[in-house]
């Protein structure tokens, strides 16, 4: 798929081993954790013979049971969808049951969640969820600051780590991994309040609807600095033509893929064997003529209108930032523009072709089960069957009211299918995926009740591999995200099933350690000189017992995911340092930091299912 023709285009994508590293390569004192993480990637790169699923896994309990339409809020018409499955687990019938619903919806669990899910059924809690008031923007919290006080890194940080709608902003970073903007590339005088703004566009798109997702995205100028659309002028008469940028990566990345996908998300082959491609490079051309004409909205009286602090010069407003960009008429291409079946005649208004082009994309068939299966991907599972895929592909098509295209059916189809919660996932090998290194810091943070005292959220971009996590988020090292959905680890077990592990792109010796070395600090000393720090209240009320210290982690961390040998092996190093009422403070908090890192670590929390 992309990694099939594209991938490593820019150098940005790399084969890297799937095999552990030496534990003790680089750490500082941290060898029982160290060894669980070593441990972790052996057991994730290797595996034994259970075949993938072909369908989902049915209640063995009798709890199946059709699902209350009325339930689910705005998502009631999901469970009457022409195409709709019988959910068979509605209920959670176990704290576990519930932290792993959690874990998979919003990254984290914590008490208060667990016993609303538990009361409320997983539809209904999900509903309320997605019909939540909407947050206040990170837009605003930027424009807040002084200028350049706040950055997209201290933004996103904050968000996942203290949004009161963590839902949404879990989604909403699973798009920002389809829909890629790279801060690492995009600057203005108004970078932070501009990639807020975009950060903004992928929150709404979580609970609306993926064509008016297009179209924002599409018109984003953070979107039209990263892949050219801003400034892009139509041919002329000395051989300038369109970019192509654009064109080609939002059909390639954002919409239908490489190659023609049956409804279940597997290849359609043509008589020869061969994958059947979506498009040729005349339909990346011609649709390059939609996408010219399109400038940063600046209007004359905003020029001159800011003074940034300690500069001898003006900048112009920050009003842009907040708008689509604009169209400049005399550059966008009047030639007729033909592409993947669709015709925008010549002549037509800017407005008509690019109408034409996104409808054209929206409703091709290759969309729901080439976006659905990347975000079972990021939220459930790496190599879902291909009638998960189409079960969520059929939502897409009709969330059960006719709608096509509704953003908040689909991601709910994604956690509530019998796959994503039948327990049989719990032993099979092939289902999970390796958590990536940035949501096990934001579910850390949220877990402990991390705060910045200061309201800065000074945690900084974590993109270094050598002494932080390798990842950080709206920070792709290019437009083809982090990873690919379609790689392999080479020389792996997991290549001879045939199967794919996207987030061991990402993973060498060098992330292992420095993810280790980054978390132990973090855990023990928070971020920007203690300004960010987690409370670890919970953790401090139970702290002299050592059984239900770990219990509690193993609850939250994992949904009891841990193994009973890893679950004895940290209570052990636990109580070989014997604590009771007259322990100073700092013993009692070291417990608990070695508690939390050895779990960090343990290879059933790395690899989630």
């Known amino acids: 798929m992309i990694d099939e023709i594209d991938a490593g285009r820019d150098g940005a994508a790399r084969e890297v081993p799937c095999r552990a590293p030496d534990a003790s390569n680089g750490l500082r004192a941290a060898t029982p954790a160290a060894a669980a993480l070593a441990a972790a990637l052996l057991a994730a790169c290797g595996g034994h013979d259970t075949p993938p699923r072909d369908e989902p896994a049915s209640s063995s309990d009798g709890n199946g049971q059709p699902l209350d339409p009325a339930a689910g809020s705005s998502l009631a018409p999901l469970v009457s969808a022409p195409t709709a499955q019988t959910y068979a687990f509605v209920q959670a019938k176990s704290d576990e049951e519930a932290a792993r619903f959690l874990l998979q919806a919003q990254a984290y669990a914590n008490e208060a969640d667990i016993a609303a899910v538990r009361s409320m059924g997983y539809l209904p809690w999900l509903g309320q969820q997605m019909d939540l008031s909407p947050a206040p923007t990170g837009w605003a919290w930027i424009a807040s600051k002084d200028y350049n006080a706040a950055s997209i890194d201290d933004l996103i940080w904050k968000e996942l780590m203290s949004a009161p709608d963590p839902v949404r902003k879990r989604m909403a970073l699973v798009l920002s991994e389809i829909f890629v903007v790279s ?6 005088a108004w970078t932070g309040l501009m990639l807020a703004q975009y950060w903004d566009t992928l929150v709404a798109g979580v609970t609306g609807n993926f064509r008016k997702l297009l179209e924002d995205i599409t018109l984003n100028p953070a979107m039209g600095l990263y892949l050219n659309t801003r400034g892009n002028k139509k041919e002329d008469a000395q051989g300038r033509q369109p970019d192509e940028n654009y064109a080609r990566e939002i059909m390639q990345l954002m919409t239908i893929g490489l ?9 359609k082959l043509a008589a020869d064997g061969t994958p059947l491609p979506t498009y040729t490079q005349s339909d990346v051309m011609n649709l390059a003529r939609v996408f010219t004409g399109y400038d940063l909205d600046i209007r004359p009286g905003e020029y001159h209108r800011f003074s940034p602090p300690g500069a001898n010069f003006d900048i112009e407003s920050s009003d842009w930032t907040q708008r689509p960009m604009a ?16 015709v925008v005649p010549a002549g037509a208004a800017a407005s008509t072709a690019l109408k034409i082009a996104l409808d054209t994309l929206f409703n091709h068939p290759n969309v729901g ?7 079972i991907q990021r939220l459930v599972t790496s190599n879902p069957s291909p009638a998960y895929v189409k079960r969520v592909a059929d939502v897409f098509a009709d969330n059960g009211a006719g709608v096509r295209g509704d953003m908040k059916s689909v991601l709910a189809a994604v956690l509530l299918d019998n796959e994503a919660r039948s327990p049989a996932g719990l032993t099979d090998e092939s289902f999970g995926r390796l958590r990536e290194p940035m949501l096990r810091l934001a579910q850390w943070g949220r ?21 932080q996590l390798g990842q950080s988020p709206l920070r792709s090292p290019s437009v083809f995200n982090f990873f690919r959905p379609g790689y392999v680890p080479p020389s792996t077990d997991i ?47 139970i702290v002299l017992d050592a059984t239900a210290l770990v219990a509690r982690l193993n609850l939250l961390l994992t949904a009891n995911q841990l193994s009973s040998t890893t679950v004895k092996l940290i209570t052990w190093a636990l109580a070989a340092t014997p604590l009771d009422a007259s322990t100073s403070e700092a013993a009692r908090m070291n417990r608990i930091y070695a508690a939390v890192l050895m779990v960090l670590a343990a290879p059933e929390y790395l690899v989630q299912k």
């Open 495 to 541: 290549a001879a099933r045939k199967l794919v592990a996207p987030e061991f792109q990402i993973v060498n010796e060098t992330s292992v350690a420095g993810y280790l070395n980054f978390m132990q600090l973090a855990v023990q000393r928070g971020f920007n000189e203690k300004d960010v720090m987690a409370t670890y209240a919970a953790e401090k009320a």
């Open 259 to 267: 190659v023609q996908l049956n409804p279940d998300g597997t290849q």
């Open 183 to 188: 801060a690492n590339e995009v600057s203005s």
């Open 369 to 375: 089960p080439f976006i659905g299966k990347q975000l």
């Open 447 to 467: 877990t402990f009740g991390a705060r910045s005292a200061s309201d800065s959220w000074k945690i900084g971009n974590t993109s270094d591999a050598a002494g």
């Open 327 to 342: 169209l400049v008429a005399e550059h966008h291409s009047l030639l007729e523009a033909r592409f993947l079946g669709a």
